[in-house]
């Protein structure tokens, strides 16, 4: 679905509609950088931003695709997401929270609806605070996914599901966002015809994924570890699908940069 050059440019831009979009909204599961992806757009991109797809980190779910809606999909190494999952596991259920590693990755993934303000679209009259997280569970047969890897393989397959859906469509790999963010957004704004707000860029202090609090009370957490040991490198490769993942990045050593946002 990626380019053969994704590999290498970490960008992609599908554009469909003659006209600039008017909106835009970020996608991807969380720990991939959607936050500080939306805030960097928000504070110098001239372009007013949605959540009418939905949760930004679940399964895409709208009634139709607005043509005048720029969805931007943001992507990250699995090896480092695996890490800024376990060290933050945002809406991970307590028991998940008080795994080492090895184990986190391995175990059956639930989620748990804790903070009712980070889901936008939540209708008041439903009573959802404290359940289970639905938008963590397979979209089709309502189970929950085999470990980590499994819900990634999912939710990546939605995610980029909106390049065949309509719209015009952006694809961003994290790292290449952070190595170069103002080139980043210069891309941006030359592939869909948008303009800059602003001639300097405007970056983000505060980063909505160092606010993490843990929802198990009387326990310490596990470290996580500064990176992936062999034998969960090795089971890293096994669960990824990198026919999907259009091998963005080479999952055949054990060197990369760790950024935890």
Known sequence: MLPSDFAETGRHALRRQDTPPAMFQVIGERGSGTNILRKMIEKNVDLFRTEALGWKHGFPRMLAVPRNLLTIVCIRDARAWALSM???????????????????????????VDRIADFETIHPELAAEGEELQFDRHPLTGRPFGNLFALRRAKLEGHLS???????????????????????????????????????????????????????????????????????????????????????VSYTHLTLPTILL
Request: aromatic share 8%; proline share 6%; glycine share 8%.
């Open 86 to 112: 376990h060290k933050r596991p945002w809406h991970g259920h307590p028991s998940l929270q008080l795994l080492e590693f090895s184990d986190f990755i391995r175990a059956t993934w639930r989620g748990k």
């Open 162 to 248: 909106m390049l065949v859906r309509g719209g015009d469509v952006a694809v961003i790999r994290m790292e290449s966002f952070l190595a170069d963010p103002e080139g980043t957004l210069d891309w941006l704004c030359a592939a869909y015809g948008l303009t800059r707000k602003h001639a300097d860029l405007k970056t983000v202090k505060a980063r909505l994924g160092n606010r993490f609090n843990t929802s198990v009370d009387g326990y310490t957490r596990p470290d996580t570890p500064d990176a992936l040991s062999p034998r969960d490198m090795g089971f890293l490769r096994a669960q990824l699908d990198l026919t999907l993942e259009s091998q963005p």
